[in-house]
């Protein structure tokens, strides 16, 4: 589905309630880098993208996916995918670092209107994870991918399965009582 448009949201969730008749776990996970400039320098339709993408895109899959599982006697879980750069600032980065921070923002406030309805809602906040977006953005940024495994406190780059671990950890029946959380996986860079 194409998360900017609600249309296609819309037709790819009634088709999967069509289908399944309900939803019991959901990750939403799209999301698009923006132009490595300060903010003064940003360009409007670069901000626009990113939000439209990575926060207004998960608004719309995550009002869908909560109103199907209230609705359900065994409610849900979601797990939304923001990033390190939600919970904390990060240089040549506005629209993004705005985005995360939404996304975590939404996260809460979802996961308080919908607790009672059995409906868990939380955020892993993955640091620098060593995927195709990044392998992209490095070959445009020589030395990028050193300067944030230095920023990592471990020393490496986030696998691709620890976020997975994580995101599988909290849809599990191990965490019915968390909700609201932003999760850092992030080699403790936001611990500094």
Same mark, same amino acid.
């Given at each position: 589905?194409?998360?900017?448009?609600?249309?296609?949201?819309?037709?790819?969730?009634?088709?999967?309630?069509?289908?399944?008749?309900?939803?019991?776990?959901?990750?939403?996970?799209?999301?698009?880098?923006?132009?490595?400039?300060?903010?003064?320098?940003?360009?409007?339709?670069?901000?626009?993208?990113?939000?439209?993408?990575?926060?207004?895109?998960?608004?719309?899959?995550?009002?869908? @996916?909560?109103?199907?599982?209230?609705?359900?006697? @065994?409610?849900?879980?979601?797990?939304?995918?923001?990033?390190?750069?939600?919970?904390?600032?990060?240089?040549?980065?506005?629209?993004?670092?705005?985005?995360?921070?939404?996304?975590?923002?939404?996260?809460?406030?979802?996961?308080?209107?919908?607790?009672?309805?059995?409906?868990?809602?939380?955020?892993?906040?993955?640091?620098?994870?060593?995927?195709?977006?990044?392998?992209?953005?490095?070959?445009? @940024?020589?030395?990028?991918?050193?300067?944030?495994?230095?920023?990592?406190?471990?020393?490496?780059?986030?696998?691709?399965? @620890?976020?997975?671990?994580?995101?599988?950890?909290?849809?599990?029946?191990?965490?019915?009582?968390?909700?609201?959380?932003?999760?850092?996986?992030?080699?403790?860079?936001?611990?500094?």
């Amino acid at each position: 589905m194409d998360v900017t448009s609600t249309p296609s949201v819309d037709h790819a969730f009634d088709s999967l309630f069509g289908r399944f008749g309900r939803l019991d776990h959901a990750v939403n996970c799209a999301g698009i880098n923006c132009a490595a400039v300060p903010l003064g320098a940003g360009d409007e339709d670069d901000f626009d993208r990113t939000l439209a993408v990575n926060l207004k895109g998960v608004w719309r899959c995550l009002r869908r @996916e909560v109103a199907q599982m209230a609705s359900q006697p @065994e409610g849900g879980s979601v797990v939304n995918v923001a990033s390190a750069a939600g919970l904390v600032g990060y240089p040549h980065a506005a629209p993004y670092v705005a985005s995360k921070h939404g996304v975590v923002g939404l996260t809460k406030a979802a996961a308080l209107d919908y607790a009672r309805h059995g409906v868990r809602v939380n955020a892993v906040c993955p640091g620098a994870v060593d995927t195709p977006m990044l392998a992209a953005r490095a070959a445009a @940024e020589p030395g990028l991918i050193e300067a944030m495994r230095r920023h990592h406190p471990t020393g490496r780059l986030v696998t691709v399965e @620890e976020v997975t671990s994580a995101v599988l950890w909290l849809c599990s029946p191990g965490a019915t009582s968390v909700t609201g959380i932003a999760l850092p996986v992030d080699g403790g860079a936001v611990a500094r």
